[in-house]
């Protein structure tokens, strides 16, 4: 059957011609996402020889000291240039003690990690969550997290990481002061050369969920919402942010990443600072799992949304799809 002759339209911009071929789509392409922004999150733990998954984040491992520096050896042979490291101590207190020992997971994992690799950028997490009794990021008076007893102890959690090598500390904590404590603290022990990578704008979001199972970080009554932002402001986080720089952060870290797009961008442009955003555990678990069911293509989805969170305005983006995003990158070079 003849094809009817379309009616010549008369159009002086044809943007579908930029669209036409891949190669002329690279040539136009406004955003680009390349291996060497990601920040690859590793869980650390006691023990030797120790890989469990985490049953709420397929792929994702609490590894101990040796096989943490194998995941982070194979990531960066992939191209990915950074990890950031969670601990999960063998014991916890209320006080949560064990942050600061030398011999703690995280402290002994930097350590190993840059006796292998020195040229790894190594970022630690700095909260209490993960070695308090109670999973709460502070220290407590009764229910309520007293701040600045808590950012006293933080400061030491940050000194005690500098000294093992880390090249930045990053407090998760959102309590008051703690940037300004810690920078004084490093630059009065000598470690005015380690940075501060902050999480300045960090929601209390329903997102968080494998992460609790994977760092056994849950808190054992309540909430945090007492510390962690109201989803729904705004002009908060740039208050935050605002207060952060001016206390010595030298990188900002938004997070979730993908619900708070437009905060990412509004930080970007207003402060033009290095970000990085972190696309969170259940971010994660949600394109593993619709992407185990066949419901979406997951690593088409995986791509969509890492570029949708550079295209907002981070430099860096942590992810636990780090290493799966690195090689798909390599193979369309």
């Known amino acids: 059957?003849?094809?009817?002759?379309?009616?010549?339209?008369?159009?002086?911009?044809?943007?579908?011609?930029?669209?036409?071929?891949?190669?002329?789509?690279?040539?136009?392409?406004?955003?680009?996402?390349?291996?060497?922004?990601?920040?690859?999150?590793?869980?650390?733990?006691?023990?030797?020889?120790?890989?469990?998954?985490?049953?709420?984040?397929?792929?994702?491992?609490?590894?101990?000291?040796?096989?943490?520096?194998?995941?982070?050896?194979?990531?960066k042979a992939e191209g990915v240039p950074a990890v950031l490291l969670f601990g999960l101590p063998a014991d916890k207190d209320a006080n949560g003690t064990l942050a600061t020992d030398p011999e703690a997971p995280v402290q002994s994992a930097v350590r190993a990690l840059k006796r292998a690799m020195p040229d790894l950028v190594v970022i630690t997490d700095v909260c209490l969550c993960e070695y308090t009794s109670h999973g709460h990021c502070g220290i407590l008076d009764g229910e309520e997290i007293l701040n600045d007893v808590t950012v006293g102890h933080l400061a030491q959690v940050a000194l005690s990481h500098a000294a093992a090598g880390a090249d930045f500390v990053a407090?998760?904590?959102?309590?008051?002061?703690?940037?300004?404590?810690?920078?004084?603290?490093?630059?009065?022990?000598?470690?005015?050369?380690?940075?501060?990578?902050?999480?300045?704008?960090?929601?209390?979001?329903?997102?968080?969920?494998?992460?609790?199972?994977?760092?056994?970080?849950?808190?054992?009554?309540?909430?945090?919402r007492s510390h962690q932002m109201d989803p729904a402001n705004v002009a908060e986080a740039l208050r935050e942010v605002e207060i952060d720089l001016a206390e010595g952060a030298d990188v900002i870290i938004m997070k979730p990443a993908l619900a708070y797009l437009d905060v990412i961008a509004r930080v970007k442009m207003k402060f033009g600072q290095p970000i990085a955003a972190y696309q969170v555990s259940g971010e994660f678990a949600m394109i593993k799992a619709a992407g185990a069911h066949g419901w979406i293509d997951e690593t088409r989805a995986m791509m969509e949304t890492l570029l949708a969170i550079r295209r907002a305005g981070a430099d860096m983006i942590i992810t636990y799809f780090a290493r799966d995003a690195a090689r798909l990158l390599a193979q369309t070079k």
């Open 1 to 75: 059957m003849a094809v009817k002759t379309a009616t010549r339209l008369n159009l002086a911009r044809r943007p579908r011609r930029l669209r036409r071929t891949e190669a002329i789509r690279s040539l136009v392409r406004e955003t680009h996402l390349t291996a060497d922004c990601f920040i690859y999150p590793l869980f650390v733990c006691e023990g030797h020889g120790v890989r469990r998954e985490v049953s709420s984040m397929p792929g994702v491992y609490q590894l101990s000291v040796d096989e943490a520096v194998k995941e982070a050896a194979a990531a």
């Open 171 to 224: 407090p998760s904590d959102m309590m008051d002061g703690r940037v300004a404590a810690i920078r004084q603290t490093l630059d009065e022990r000598g470690f005015e050369r380690v940075g501060i990578m902050s999480y300045s704008a960090k929601y209390c979001s329903a997102f968080y969920g494998p992460f609790r199972d994977a760092a056994d970080s849950a808190p054992q009554f309540g909430d945090r």
